[in-house]
C-alpha cells in the first residue's frame, strides 16, 4: 500500500471516528500533496510525499517556537496535535550510528577528501536519508568528518 493510500484511509477513518481535528490536518497533508502534484504536472511517488510531510512537520516546528514566544498557548497546543498526526507518516528514524555509518560510506563512496567535497557528499546522502534522518544534523556531521581529513 503506498503512502498515498495510507493518508487516505487514514482520512476516510478520521470521518467515521468524527475526529475533526485529525482530519483537519489529514485534509491539510492532502492538499499539499496535491499542490505539489498540480505545480509539478506528476503524481508524486512514498519518497516525495515524505518530503512534503517533512515539509510541514517543519513548519510546525517553526511555529511552535513562534507561538511560544509569544504566549500563545492555545496555538502551540493545536500546531503540536498536528505534529503528531504528521509524525506518523514519516518513515522510522535512523539512530545515531547509523546516520554515523551512512556518512562515512557517502564519504569514501564520494572520494572526499576536504570541506571542498561537502556537496558531493550531502547529494548522496539525501537520497539515502531523506525523512529517516534530520539533514541539518547530518551536515553538521559531514563537516566534521571532512574538516579532519
Do not use: H, W
Amino acid at each position: 500500500m503506498s503512502l498515498k493510500d495510507r493518508i487516505n484511509d487514514d482520512m476516510k477513518a478520521a470521518m467515521r471516528a468524527r475526529d475533526s481535528e485529525r482530519l483537519a490536518t489529514i485534509r491539510l497533508l492532502l492538499a499539499a500533496i496535491k499542490q505539489r502534484e498540480v505545480d509539478e504536472r506528476a503524481t508524486l511517488d512514498d519518497t516525495a510525499i515524505v518530503t512534503v510531510v517533512d515539509k510541514l512537520i517543519k513548519q510546525r516546528k517553526d511555529s511552535i517556537v513562534q507561538f511560544q514566544c509569544a504566549g500563545r498557548e492555545d496555538l502551540v497546543a493545536k500546531e503540536s496535535a498536528e505534529l503528531v498526526v504528521l509524525q506518523q507518516y514519516m518513515p522510522a528514524q535512523l539512530s545515531d550510528a547509523d546516520v554515523a555509518t551512512q556518512v562515512r560510506d557517502a564519504i569514501a563512496q564520494a572520494g572526499a577528501v576536504g570541506p571542498q567535497d561537502m556537496g558531493k557528499v550531502m547529494a548522496l546522502l539525501k537520497g539515502r536519508l531523506a525523512g529517516r534522518a534530520d539533514m541539518t544534523a547530518v551536515s553538521a556531521q559531514v563537516k566534521v568528518a571532512l574538516s579532519t581529513k
